[in-house]
Protein backbone atom coordinates (compact mmCIF):
# COMPACT_ATOMS: atom_id res chain seq x y z
CA UNK A 1 0.00 0.00 0.00
CA UNK A 2 1.50 3.52 -0.97
CA UNK A 3 2.06 6.08 1.85
CA UNK A 4 -0.03 9.09 1.88
CA UNK A 5 1.73 11.99 1.10
CA UNK A 6 -0.85 13.86 3.68
CA UNK A 7 -2.99 12.01 5.73
CA UNK A 8 -5.79 13.58 8.05
CA UNK A 9 -7.20 10.81 10.70
CA UNK A 10 -10.67 12.05 12.53
CA UNK A 11 -9.06 15.91 12.32
CA UNK A 12 -10.69 17.83 15.17
CA UNK A 13 -10.26 21.49 16.22
CA UNK A 14 -12.11 23.34 18.57
CA UNK A 15 -11.16 27.28 19.53
CA UNK A 16 -12.18 27.85 23.18
CA UNK A 17 -14.02 31.56 23.87
CA UNK A 18 -14.21 33.49 26.62
CA UNK A 19 -18.11 33.12 27.86
CA UNK A 20 -19.09 31.86 24.39
CA UNK A 21 -19.63 28.02 23.46
CA UNK A 22 -16.37 26.57 22.18
CA UNK A 23 -16.03 27.45 18.13
CA UNK A 24 -15.73 24.16 16.34
CA UNK A 25 -13.73 24.77 12.84
CA UNK A 26 -13.31 21.35 12.42
CA UNK A 27 -15.02 18.26 12.88
CA UNK A 28 -13.82 14.53 12.54
CA UNK A 29 -11.97 15.43 8.77
CA UNK A 30 -10.55 12.44 7.40
CA UNK A 31 -8.69 12.70 4.34
CA UNK A 32 -5.46 10.71 2.69
CA UNK A 33 -3.95 12.58 -0.14
CA UNK A 34 -1.92 10.30 -2.80
CA UNK A 35 1.81 11.58 -3.27
CA UNK A 36 2.77 13.10 -6.70
CA UNK A 37 -0.53 15.17 -6.95
CA UNK A 38 -2.27 18.48 -6.65
CA UNK A 39 -4.79 18.47 -4.65
CA UNK A 40 -7.68 21.28 -4.04
CA UNK A 41 -8.72 21.80 -0.79
CA UNK A 42 -11.87 23.93 -2.15
CA UNK A 43 -14.62 25.96 0.83
CA UNK A 44 -16.74 28.96 1.47
CA UNK A 45 -14.95 31.39 3.90
CA UNK A 46 -15.17 30.14 7.01
CA UNK A 47 -15.40 26.48 6.23
CA UNK A 48 -11.97 25.64 7.46
CA UNK A 49 -9.42 25.73 5.10
CA UNK A 50 -7.04 27.66 6.45
CA UNK A 51 -7.62 25.99 9.56
CA UNK A 52 -6.27 22.63 8.17
CA UNK A 53 -3.35 24.49 6.72
CA UNK A 54 -2.22 25.67 9.63
CA UNK A 55 -2.14 22.37 11.59
CA UNK A 56 -0.56 20.79 8.79
CA UNK A 57 2.16 23.36 9.34
CA UNK A 58 2.39 23.10 13.10
CA UNK A 59 1.05 26.53 13.74
CA UNK A 60 -1.84 25.33 15.60
CA UNK A 61 -2.45 22.03 17.82
CA UNK A 62 -5.04 20.01 16.89
CA UNK A 63 -7.40 19.11 19.51
CA UNK A 64 -8.35 15.44 18.60
CA UNK A 65 -7.26 13.48 15.56
CA UNK A 66 -3.71 12.92 13.93
CA UNK A 67 -2.45 14.72 11.12
CA UNK A 68 0.88 13.16 9.16
CA UNK A 69 3.04 14.33 6.57
CA UNK A 70 5.06 11.62 4.59
CA UNK A 71 4.23 9.16 7.54
CA UNK A 72 5.75 11.85 10.24
CA UNK A 73 3.46 13.04 12.93
CA UNK A 74 2.76 16.50 12.74
CA UNK A 75 2.25 16.85 16.53
CA UNK A 76 5.49 14.83 17.79
CA UNK A 77 7.81 14.38 14.85
CA UNK A 78 7.33 18.48 13.76
CA UNK A 79 10.66 19.26 13.01
CA UNK A 80 11.05 16.55 11.03
CA UNK A 81 8.20 17.88 9.12
CA UNK A 82 9.29 20.88 8.07
CA UNK A 83 12.22 19.27 6.65
CA UNK A 84 10.32 17.89 4.39
CA UNK A 85 7.10 21.05 3.83
CA UNK A 86 7.29 23.74 2.02
CA UNK A 87 4.41 26.40 2.37
CA UNK A 88 3.33 29.46 0.96
CA UNK A 89 0.73 31.30 3.12
CA UNK A 90 -1.76 33.66 1.85
CA UNK A 91 0.35 36.39 3.65
CA UNK A 92 3.97 36.75 1.39
CA UNK A 93 5.73 37.88 5.14
CA UNK A 94 8.82 38.92 2.06
CA UNK A 95 11.49 41.70 3.47
CA UNK A 96 10.66 45.00 1.31
CA UNK A 97 13.66 46.54 1.49
CA UNK A 98 15.46 43.43 0.26
CA UNK A 99 16.04 42.18 -3.15
CA UNK A 100 14.86 38.98 -4.35
CA UNK A 101 18.45 37.31 -4.12
CA UNK A 102 18.76 38.23 -0.36
CA UNK A 103 15.00 37.24 0.68
CA UNK A 104 16.00 33.52 -0.43
CA UNK A 105 19.64 33.87 0.88
CA UNK A 106 18.00 35.21 4.00
CA UNK A 107 15.83 31.72 3.84
CA UNK A 108 18.15 29.56 2.71
CA UNK A 109 20.44 30.67 5.64
CA UNK A 110 17.60 30.02 8.12
CA UNK A 111 16.41 26.79 7.15
CA UNK A 112 19.92 25.47 6.81
CA UNK A 113 20.45 24.66 3.24
CA UNK A 114 24.06 23.68 2.90
CA UNK A 115 26.53 26.40 1.86
CA UNK A 116 27.80 24.48 -0.89
CA UNK A 117 24.01 24.30 -2.60
CA UNK A 118 22.50 27.42 -1.89
CA UNK A 119 23.68 29.15 -5.14
CA UNK A 120 22.54 26.76 -7.22
CA UNK A 121 19.34 26.49 -5.68
CA UNK A 122 18.65 29.96 -5.71
CA UNK A 123 19.26 30.37 -9.30
CA UNK A 124 16.97 26.72 -9.74
CA UNK A 125 14.13 28.22 -8.08
CA UNK A 126 14.19 31.66 -9.58
CA UNK A 127 14.52 30.28 -13.25
CA UNK A 128 11.24 28.29 -12.30
CA UNK A 129 9.07 31.06 -11.39
CA UNK A 130 10.24 33.33 -14.12
CA UNK A 131 12.29 36.11 -11.70
CA UNK A 132 15.84 35.57 -12.31
CA UNK A 133 16.10 38.94 -14.26
CA UNK A 134 14.79 40.54 -11.73
CA UNK A 135 16.76 38.81 -9.05
CA UNK A 136 18.44 41.97 -7.93
CA UNK A 137 15.92 44.05 -7.61
CA UNK A 138 13.80 45.31 -4.03
CA UNK A 139 11.35 43.42 -3.62
CA UNK A 140 9.09 46.60 -2.38
CA UNK A 141 9.29 47.62 -6.45
CA UNK A 142 7.55 43.87 -7.39
CA UNK A 143 3.92 43.82 -8.35
CA UNK A 144 1.53 41.48 -6.28
CA UNK A 145 2.01 38.78 -8.96
CA UNK A 146 5.94 38.84 -8.67
CA UNK A 147 5.79 38.65 -5.06
CA UNK A 148 3.56 36.00 -4.77
CA UNK A 149 5.72 33.88 -7.28
CA UNK A 150 9.13 34.89 -4.98
CA UNK A 151 7.01 33.25 -2.28
CA UNK A 152 6.67 30.10 -4.02
CA UNK A 153 10.35 30.35 -4.64
CA UNK A 154 11.50 30.79 -1.65
CA UNK A 155 9.10 27.52 -0.02
CA UNK A 156 11.15 25.72 -2.54
CA UNK A 157 14.46 26.27 -1.75
CA UNK A 158 14.70 23.44 0.83
CA UNK A 159 13.21 21.41 -2.06
CA UNK A 160 10.02 19.86 0.19
CA UNK A 161 8.31 16.80 -1.61
CA UNK A 162 5.44 18.00 0.02
CA UNK A 163 4.19 21.83 -0.94
CA UNK A 164 0.98 23.63 0.63
CA UNK A 165 0.02 26.56 -1.20
CA UNK A 166 -2.79 28.66 0.59
CA UNK A 167 -4.63 30.83 -1.89
CA UNK A 168 -1.41 31.16 -4.07
CA UNK A 169 -3.02 33.31 -6.64
CA UNK A 170 -5.30 35.57 -4.30
CA UNK A 171 -5.18 39.44 -5.25
CA UNK A 172 -2.73 38.98 -8.61
CA UNK A 173 -3.99 39.97 -12.21
CA UNK A 174 -4.85 37.16 -14.87
CA UNK A 175 -1.20 37.00 -16.52
CA UNK A 176 0.26 36.43 -13.04
CA UNK A 177 -2.02 33.82 -12.33
CA UNK A 178 -1.38 31.84 -15.25
CA UNK A 179 2.37 32.03 -14.62
CA UNK A 180 1.33 30.58 -11.05
CA UNK A 181 -0.44 28.25 -12.52
CA UNK A 182 1.81 27.04 -14.94
CA UNK A 183 4.90 26.64 -12.33
CA UNK A 184 2.38 24.52 -10.46
CA UNK A 185 2.07 22.25 -12.64
CA UNK A 186 5.75 22.18 -13.06
CA UNK A 187 6.09 21.22 -9.23
CA UNK A 188 3.61 18.34 -9.97
CA UNK A 189 5.32 17.37 -13.05
CA UNK A 190 8.82 17.08 -10.89
CA UNK A 191 6.63 14.27 -8.64
CA UNK A 192 6.10 16.74 -5.54
CA UNK A 193 2.86 16.87 -3.74
CA UNK A 194 0.63 19.78 -3.94
CA UNK A 195 -1.92 20.52 -1.56
CA UNK A 196 -3.64 23.61 -2.66
CA UNK A 197 -6.60 25.89 -1.21
CA UNK A 198 -8.76 28.31 -3.47
CA UNK A 199 -11.34 30.09 -3.78
CA UNK A 200 -11.50 30.32 -7.34
CA UNK A 201 -13.22 27.09 -9.01
CA UNK A 202 -11.42 27.66 -12.21
CA UNK A 203 -8.30 27.42 -10.68
CA UNK A 204 -9.40 24.44 -9.33
CA UNK A 205 -10.77 22.78 -12.05
CA UNK A 206 -7.82 23.52 -14.39
CA UNK A 207 -4.67 22.47 -11.79
CA UNK A 208 -5.87 19.83 -9.42
CA UNK A 209 -6.04 15.95 -9.73
CA UNK A 210 -8.31 15.47 -6.64
CA UNK A 211 -10.76 17.89 -4.90
CA UNK A 212 -12.63 18.06 -1.59
CA UNK A 213 -15.21 20.59 -0.52
CA UNK A 214 -15.60 21.55 3.12
CA UNK A 215 -18.16 23.43 4.49
CA UNK A 216 -18.66 24.63 8.04
CA UNK A 217 -15.63 22.38 9.03
CA UNK A 218 -16.84 19.07 7.57
CA UNK A 219 -16.37 17.44 4.19
CA UNK A 220 -19.64 17.42 1.88
CA UNK A 221 -17.76 16.34 -1.11
CA UNK A 222 -14.71 14.53 -2.97
CA UNK A 223 -13.37 13.48 -5.93
CA UNK A 224 -12.06 14.84 -9.41
CA UNK A 225 -13.37 17.93 -11.34
CA UNK A 226 -14.99 15.49 -13.84
CA UNK A 227 -16.98 13.66 -10.69
CA UNK A 228 -18.03 16.51 -8.98
CA UNK A 229 -19.54 17.81 -12.14
CA UNK A 230 -20.69 14.32 -13.39
CA UNK A 231 -23.09 14.33 -10.19
CA UNK A 232 -24.67 17.24 -10.38
CA UNK A 233 -26.61 16.95 -13.53
CA UNK A 234 -27.02 19.12 -16.34
CA UNK A 235 -29.56 22.04 -16.54
CA UNK A 236 -31.24 24.81 -18.79
CA UNK A 237 -30.73 28.30 -19.00
CA UNK A 238 -33.86 30.52 -20.27
CA UNK A 239 -34.62 33.96 -20.67
CA UNK A 240 -37.52 34.80 -21.95
CA UNK A 241 -41.20 36.45 -20.13
CA UNK A 242 -43.03 33.94 -18.55
CA UNK A 243 -46.11 33.94 -16.52
CA UNK A 244 -46.50 32.60 -13.08
CA UNK A 245 -48.67 29.33 -14.16
CA UNK A 246 -46.38 28.97 -17.42
CA UNK A 247 -43.35 28.57 -14.99
CA UNK A 248 -45.86 26.48 -12.67
CA UNK A 249 -45.62 24.01 -15.93
CA UNK A 250 -42.43 24.11 -16.71
CA UNK A 251 -41.36 23.67 -13.32
CA UNK A 252 -43.70 20.13 -13.49
CA UNK A 253 -42.50 18.63 -16.67
CA UNK A 254 -41.27 15.37 -16.31
CA UNK A 255 -37.36 15.18 -16.19
CA UNK A 256 -36.96 18.95 -14.30
CA UNK A 257 -35.95 18.45 -11.09
CA UNK A 258 -36.48 22.13 -10.04
CA UNK A 259 -36.55 25.78 -11.07
CA UNK A 260 -34.15 28.51 -9.93
CA UNK A 261 -34.31 32.14 -10.73
CA UNK A 262 -37.00 34.55 -11.28
CA UNK A 263 -38.42 35.95 -14.79
CA UNK A 264 -36.93 36.74 -17.33
CA UNK A 265 -34.12 34.72 -16.37
CA UNK A 266 -34.40 30.98 -15.22
CA UNK A 267 -32.68 27.74 -14.34
CA UNK A 268 -34.13 24.66 -14.87
CA UNK A 269 -32.37 22.35 -13.37
CA UNK A 270 -32.37 18.34 -15.28
CA UNK A 271 -32.68 14.70 -13.83
CA UNK A 272 -31.71 13.90 -17.37
CA UNK A 273 -30.48 16.10 -20.18
CA UNK A 274 -31.29 15.65 -23.58
CA UNK A 275 -34.66 13.93 -23.42
CA UNK A 276 -35.87 16.76 -21.05
CA UNK A 277 -34.35 19.73 -23.20
CA UNK A 278 -36.33 18.04 -25.66
CA UNK A 279 -39.48 17.89 -23.60
CA UNK A 280 -39.09 21.49 -22.43
CA UNK A 281 -38.85 22.84 -26.54
CA UNK A 282 -41.86 21.44 -27.13
CA UNK A 283 -43.69 22.90 -24.51
CA UNK A 284 -42.26 26.40 -25.25
CA UNK A 285 -43.28 25.78 -28.84
CA UNK A 286 -46.70 24.84 -27.55
CA UNK A 287 -46.92 27.89 -25.36
CA UNK A 288 -45.87 30.24 -28.58
CA UNK A 289 -42.80 31.63 -26.44
CA UNK A 290 -39.83 33.00 -28.10
CA UNK A 291 -36.94 33.07 -25.25
CA UNK A 292 -34.36 35.75 -26.24
CA UNK A 293 -31.76 33.10 -24.90
CA UNK A 294 -31.87 29.48 -24.83
CA UNK A 295 -28.81 27.03 -23.77
CA UNK A 296 -28.49 22.76 -22.17
CA UNK A 297 -25.54 23.43 -19.82
CA UNK A 298 -23.48 21.05 -18.08
CA UNK A 299 -22.69 22.44 -14.78
CA UNK A 300 -18.98 23.59 -14.22
CA UNK A 301 -16.96 23.24 -10.75
CA UNK A 302 -18.46 26.76 -9.83
CA UNK A 303 -22.06 25.58 -10.49
CA UNK A 304 -21.19 22.45 -7.88
CA UNK A 305 -19.76 24.70 -5.61
CA UNK A 306 -22.89 26.88 -5.02
CA UNK A 307 -25.10 23.62 -5.15
CA UNK A 308 -23.46 22.20 -2.31
CA UNK A 309 -22.55 25.36 -0.39
CA UNK A 310 -25.36 27.85 -1.24
CA UNK A 311 -25.50 31.24 -2.50
CA UNK A 312 -25.78 33.00 0.90
CA UNK A 313 -22.28 35.27 1.24
CA UNK A 314 -20.13 34.28 3.93
CA UNK A 315 -18.10 36.59 6.50
Not at 28 to 34: E, F, G, K, P, R
Not at 49 to 72: D, E, F, M, Q, Y
Not at 103 to 121: I, S, T, W
Not at 124 to 146: I, K, N
Request: charged residues 20%; contains cysteine; proline residues 5%.
Amino acid sequence: MIQPAISLQNFRMVFPRPKQTPFTAIEDLSLDIAPGQVFGLLGPNGSGKTTTVNALCGLIRPTGGRLSVLGLDVTRQLTSVRKVLGVVPQETALYNDLTAAENLHFHARFYQVPGGERKQRMAEVLELVGLTARQHDRVGTYSGGMQRRLALARALLTAPQVVILDEPTLGVDVQSRAALWERIRQIAREGRTVLLTTNYMEEAQALADDIAILDRGKLIARGTSAELRGGAGQYVEIEADLSPAQLIALQELDGVAALLGTPPSIRLNLKDGTGTFQTILAYLNAQQITPRALSLRQPDLNDVFIELTGRALRD
